[in-house]
């Protein structure tokens, strides 16, 4: 067998065994084995380093885009803690005339206050907004492995004997997903590399199913508006949550401002005194201050008090731009793409949110 047909189990890249700093290297040792995983796969899941990737956007799009001349089942993935935020636009186009089904994936992050229906009921409205209509929606945990068997068997059904392709952009727990529906059907363990990093998975994975059609997994598209690209890695654990999200209930004054971390903030403009309900990662750290104080306990202690981002990342780190809004109806959310949500309960508030040059801020009909 020639180097040339190996992939890796793990990201689908190619495996070469001649230069230990490229993309795909494998030990000419570790060919031997039935399958084989790529040094950057054997690194992060055994020591949970990253090595950056020479892949760009374009690669990404370009492995994406045979999809609608195929004739098979899209399955598309989102994070429902960043829902806006994993969105991936354009869906339509690549899906061609095939049929999409919509994953909620983490659905273990929001509060278990919320109703399962209700939060189904509102991607969908979301999706339709955004230009999908899904043939159906579900909510899943892969990392829990809730609800799995219940979609692997309506992907089943929905695929007709077709190949099945799972999109979503980078961080939605794709890998994940996949890892435990072949689990379900299988009973065996991991197959493909997992990580909280983004853009994990490299190439196409096919994992082939019993009537000879594959299920596969495709690169994440990376969503440069999602705040996981202007974090340390080390500090993704701190802005992606892990745990069920508790919310915290701010009761503010106008001229106060919220910092989580040093990587957003929220002013209170005005509206008098009234309570603010913050969905963010647990990790993350909530400061209290005066909006008059505000810009200059930034300039002092981001990367110290206010952290993340880290003191050495300062210099790289885009500056925070503000964007106004004017709450015109009870029970909006300001979302924070990537990091979470602010909730205000009541119509009348006028509100400022400052996020990183690039990251998406927005409004929506709250979620919970």
Not at 179 to 208: A, C, M, W, Y
Not at 272 to 282: A, E, H, K
């Amino acid at each position: 067998m020639s180097d040339q047909q190996i992939v890796c189990t793990g990201c689908g890249v190619k495996i070469q065994t001649e230069t230990p700093d490229e993309l795909g290297y494998a030990p000419q040792s570790s060919l031997e084995k039935e399958s084989v995983v790529c040094q950057r796969c054997f690194r992060l899941k055994h020591y949970n380093e990253v090595q950056d990737v020479g892949l760009t956007d374009d690669d990404f799009l370009k492995i994406i885009n045979g999809i609608g001349e195929k004739d098979a089942l899209i399955v598309k993935i989102v994070d429902i803690f960043d829902f806006n935020g994993s969105w991936l636009p354009g869906i339509q186009r690549f899906a061609g005339k095939n049929p999409v089904i919509l994953i909620g994936n983490k659905a273990d992050l929001v509060p278990k206050s919320v109703k399962q229906n209700k939060l189904i009921e509102w991607m969908k409205k979301e999706s339709k907004d955004l230009g999908l209509v899904p043939q159906d929606v579900f909510l899943v945990s892969a990392a829990k492995g809730k609800n799995i068997r219940e979609t692997a068997a309506a992907i089943d059904q929905y695929r007709k004997g077709r190949d099945v392709y799972v999109v979503g952009c980078t961080n939605v727990g794709k890998s994940t997903f996949i890892n435990r529906i072949i689990k379900e059907v299988t009973g065996e363990g991991d197959v493909i590399t997992t990580s909280h990093f983004p853009g994990t998975t490299l190439d196409i994975i096919q994992v082939p199913l019993e009537d000879g059609k594959s299920l596969i997994d495709t690169p994440g598209i990376i969503n440069h508006h999602q705040m996981a690209h202007y974090v340390d890695k080390r500090d993704l654990k701190v802005i992606t949550p892990k745990k069920e999200i508790k919310p915290k209930i701010y009761q503010l004054n106008e001229g106060q401002t919220l910092f989580f971390g040093g990587l957003s903030r929220f002013d209170y403009l005005s509206g008098g005194r009234r309570s603010f309900t913050c969905y963010l990662s647990n990790e993350l750290e909530i400061h209290r201050t005066k909006l008059e104080n505000a810009s200059e306990l930034y300039e002092k202690h981001a990367g110290e008090l206010l952290t993340p981002p880290r003191p050495e990342q300062l210099d790289a780190f885009p500056k925070l731009v503000r964007h106004e809004f004017s709450i015109k109806e009870a029970k909006t959310d300001i979302v924070f793409s990537g990091l979470g949500w602010v909730t205000v309960n009541e119509a009348g508030a006028k509100v400022a949110a400052h996020v990183p040059e690039g990251v998406h801020v927005l409004l929506r009909k709250s979620l919970i």
